[in-house]
């Protein structure tokens, strides 16, 4: 099972990170995109640092993270640049879908 994680707000980082463990250790794959407020959580080494887990695939919006003054400098590589393109990507191949 593939399993989407819209993030689009900065309040759920450990929400985030609990149910990402949880499929991960269940065998799923994990898509997360981050959007809106949910680019600061970009700024937070836990949040980015589930790109380099196997099995983690991870994007985030560029227009978000530039119009919110994010850092991006220093994202791990495993993290793309996107746009809304990603986030539609992820919806429609993702099994399930939660937005937090």
Same mark, same amino acid.
């Given at each position: 099972?593939?399993?989407? !994680?819209?993030?689009?707000?900065?309040?759920?980082?450990?929400?985030?990170?609990?149910?990402?463990?949880?499929?991960?250790?269940?065998?799923?794959?994990?898509?997360?995109?981050?959007?809106?407020?949910?680019?600061?959580?970009?700024?937070?080494?836990?949040?980015?640092?589930?790109?380099?887990?196997?099995?983690?695939?991870?994007?985030?919006?560029?227009?978000?993270?530039?119009?919110?003054?994010?850092?991006?400098?220093?994202?791990?590589?495993?993290?793309?640049?996107?746009?809304?393109?990603?986030?539609?990507?992820? !919806?429609?191949?993702?099994?399930? #879908? !939660? #937005?937090?």
């Amino acid at each position: 099972m593939r399993l989407g !994680i819209l993030v689009n707000t900065n309040k759920n980082l450990e929400e985030v990170l609990r149910l990402s463990n949880a499929a991960l250790s269940k065998g799923h794959e994990v898509v997360i995109f981050a959007m809106d407020q949910g680019t600061k959580l970009l700024e937070q080494p836990f949040f980015t640092g589930l790109c380099s887990l196997p099995g983690v695939a991870m994007s985030f919006c560029d227009h978000s993270a530039e119009r919110l003054g994010v850092r991006t400098e220093g994202i791990p590589k495993g993290a793309t640049c996107g746009s809304q393109y990603n986030n539609a990507v992820m !919806i429609h191949n993702a099994d399930k #879908v !939660i #937005v937090l």
